[in-house]
């Protein structure tokens, strides 16, 4: 069972592999991924839009889409055919090319980015040694798309939310990578498939995020991929009851879809990722890799819903102050405890020091970011 | 730094509306940004304006009765209440002591509609997926339910007359009640458990868009948005209209005026509908419920002539002092018809509350300020 | 504190101020508005610091511009002050630099009634358009039939290439010529005071 | 950070419920699911509520309670009642409208028309899936469209119908005991011949 997807593509590459030459056995394998990939990708978003609806409507003591289909599972299919059919508006003063491009630009990227997450025990695509860079760079990329979208449409609304996503997007790359780092330190490599395997002790179940700097890292890891992906409570660039739609306003028809698709695609591997640096990957007991993967994976999308469901929106200021102010130093200071951890000899040092110093600078943080602490209020009554 | 050194920048101009998801209707407020700041906000109405006087001046006076439904259409009956005030003040109708305890259970059920859905509102304003709303929708449904039985529209209610209310409570209806009033506390409870802690809503509510005591009481500013201000003033208290003084509650104070205090005003005022409609279940006596002299006014509105002359009432209404100024030369149409509206004249510190603030901001002020177009731009 | 005593408070204050109770207002000369409000907002007996309501009313002969006023402080009310102006010239001192309250009752007084508020930061139309001619609420207001091609109508149609029969036209231009008719038929209440 | 968490475990709590607890129709609870799936489900009918009215006969669609007496033309406020009185051939005024329109698109519901008509004739209907494809002309009632009959009404509104049957059959003793009076009264003459079956008219508006 465990490596029944990679024993699949054994099979179909031994297949053809008896009737075609070794170099197109190889071209034929990458083939393969990358057809995995695409189909994923897109089937994914599909569902991932219809288990949102569900969730929410849940939460919100709806049923949700009921109607197409069994539990609504036909309704991702029924908003394809609606979205392919309508009337794709292309405002008068845009820049009809870059309006075009740039819903493309965006979805290349969150295709991209599969190719280094690992599905399940030999199930990443690629096996890049700078696997989590890649990831990393290539994602940022998003930015440009979303920026091109807001500008070409000519509306202010767009231009707002594109300059709020590039502010935004810049400043939560750098606490996202910087608490990444620890990981990086303790397995030594930038392979996401190295970082996995790094967590494969006790049964599959020592991951990063059992460690309090892998914890701490986990959280800061994750606010930052939610703010990667514009969703809520970082939702700014598209903030509906302010800008619209930020810089989707003016898209329509299958562009629209384009911008969803990414969206969804980066949820979905921001979590993969995530659950790949800390929560051990495809690492588990009993059940097959792939299985596990999903499983964490879906539980991180499951919570950045749960997020939407239940936060308002962060204002823009207070956005950067968050980055700025309190995740940047304080994953630099994880930095050094996880340094420390490595440092110290036996097992109880490293616990109290790291959780000392991590409550102490928290508390610190919170003093410092005082302005941004909400205050308790009682009120009068008069008779 | 610097003048030298600054850059020249220029002010973005933005129309915020008429057609915007948070302006609570065709409402457009024109900004001047400076990046994200306000520089200057100038709100621009009377896209649903319909003339709502002149039709009043037109028709019989109780023909206007289901006008005031649609000027502040979320709390019809308050604004029946206000009408049916000013009409009985000008023609010196007495209201059966039963009528008197229905229109302040119906008047209090509409307050907690108002600010269950505003608070509600404000939420999706600071953008929340419209988990509170639907919360909050939960909640009123069953009241509007009670509308619907009481009065055949859960909406437009059209159910004050004057001297009195259309028809008795149906049979069940007061054990319905007590029973809605006996859960809202709960549902308050897990209400505030969701938003008031919050630390988003509190980082975006708390020290926006401060109102101080003097402006409050200079711009006429009334409501929970005045008290939010520590502005000590509930009509209910003053007026002691209907039979408010035989109500024991409390008026809620805040000091600060942002929009935090608006929004735990609202929370806490529903506490204190909460105990005036559990005294008025309590002692509501049996008898008419319409005052037999004006019962037949109902058969032929037009024969309803108050004698010439002038009055103006007015209620608390959940948004503030809703008051109809009314003249009368005799005729079964009213000379002159006034509505004074309060989100109307909430409005006017719209731009002392924004400026400096970012765009963001805006939206939640004009959600704390609690406006519906329909009474805005009677 | 009723009207009498606002009244004897006034004349303490004011000799020679010119007052009258009519429907248990306060009838004042547009001139006096300003010192009167004044006084009665900061004098220690009224302290009348909450102006409720603005509106204008239309006696056909006049115009009235109606203010109720209230006291937080001392919680009484209300004291209604009257100005009454001539249609011609309806022209009254702003209360926007005493009460701001007043700014946008004050902008739906000129909008609907068309009472010059002198003083008044912005006084623009506030529900109807810029542009839009005549002033609703008055009773001599014809309503814009909709069912009839006006003058303007005829204008813009040409402008935009639609050929309007002759007939048309000439009807256009009739209305047009004839302006708009008074129409006051009702009878007057508070004309005889 | 605690507001934020408690927060999120009430939407939690409600996301379980839902699940747990499907709402009935009008029902008070504050937990679980309250989505009414409206073509197969529908809240309880009040009995109260008012949508457009319409006109009642008694019998037959002949029958027909109302007078023609415009007063609910009259009292309308957004004046959306067009009523024509019929005559027969001898341009003498009959007892029933000829024409009787409501155009729904103005009707507000506000129910005066059935406070104001002495007759009983007019009443709001529980009736609220009315459209049609084009703008005007479906939504435009005629008499025709607006008839329904007593036991219609009967069983929309129980206790309405139960207390108007009662003022009308006390209005009917009353009158029949007139009539019996002003016969005795003067008993030479006979009194007026009731007129049983109203004379069947050519409808003018078909």
Redesign the interface.
Known sequence: MDSLFVNLKKGLLDFLSSFLPADFVMIASALVSIIAIAILGPFTMMYLTWFERKLISRIQNRIGPNRVGIFGLLQPLADGVKMLTKEDIVPDGADKVVHFLAPVVTVIPALLVFSVVPFGRNMAAVDLNVGFLFFIAVSATTTIAIFMGSWASRNKFSLLGGMRSVAQLVSYEVPMVLSAVPVILATGSLSTVSIVEAQSGWHGLKWFVFTPWGLVAFVIFYLCGVAECNRTPFDIPEGESEIVAGFHTEYSGMKFALWYMAEFMNVFTISGLTATLFLGGYQGPFLPSWVWFFTKTYALVFVMMWFRGTLPRLRVDQLMGLAWKFFLPFTLINLFVAGLWFFLPTRGLRVGVSLALLAVSFGFLVWVNKPFVPEKRMYEFAE | MTDSLLQETETLEVNLGPQHPSTHGVFRMNVKLDGETIVSLKPVMGYLHRNHEQIAENISYLGSMPYTDRLDYFNSMSNNFAYALAVEKLAKIEVPERAQYIRVIMAELTRLVNHVSVTGFLLNDLGAFFTPVLYAFREREKILDVFEETAGSRMMCNYFRFGGVKLDLPPGVLDRIRKIVKEFPKFLDEFEGLLTQNEILCMRCQKVGVLPFDLALSASITGPMARASGVNYDIRKVDNYSIYNRFKFKVPLGKTGDVYDRFMIRILEMRQSVYILEQALKEIPEGPVLNPKTAALAKAPRNFKPPAGESYGRVESPKGELGFYLVSDGTPQPWRYHVRAPSFVNLTVLEDLCLGHKVADAVVILGSIDIVLGEVDH | MNTAEIKSLLEKKFPGLEIKIINDGLVLKPEDLPRVAKLLKESPESKLDYLSLITGVDYVEFLESVYHLYSVEKRVGPVVLKVRVPRTSPKIPSLVPLYRGAEFQEREAYDMMGIVYEGHPDLRRIFMWEGFEGFPLRKDYVPEDEDVLEWEDVEWLERHGVKVPEEYKAFAQQLKAAGKEARATRPKPGAEA | ????L???G???K??V???LFPRRA?S?D?A????V?YPEER?LE?????NFPFLIYDKTPDDLRCVACD?CA??C?PKCIYIVREFDKDGKPLKRPAVFDIDLTVC?????CE??C?FDAIF?DHEFEIGGAERQQSLVYHKDQLLKPATYFAKIRPTDHATIEEKRRKEAEKKAAAAKQSSQGAAQTPPPPPPAVPPKSPQPNA
């Open positions: 950070m605690l507001g934020v408690r927060g999120m009430i939407t939690f409600n996301f419920t839902s699940y009008d008070l504050t679980g699911m309250v989505t799936q809240l009040k009995e109260r509520f008012r007063i009259k009292e406020p507000m519901n506000c129910g005066i406070e104001a002495p709001m």
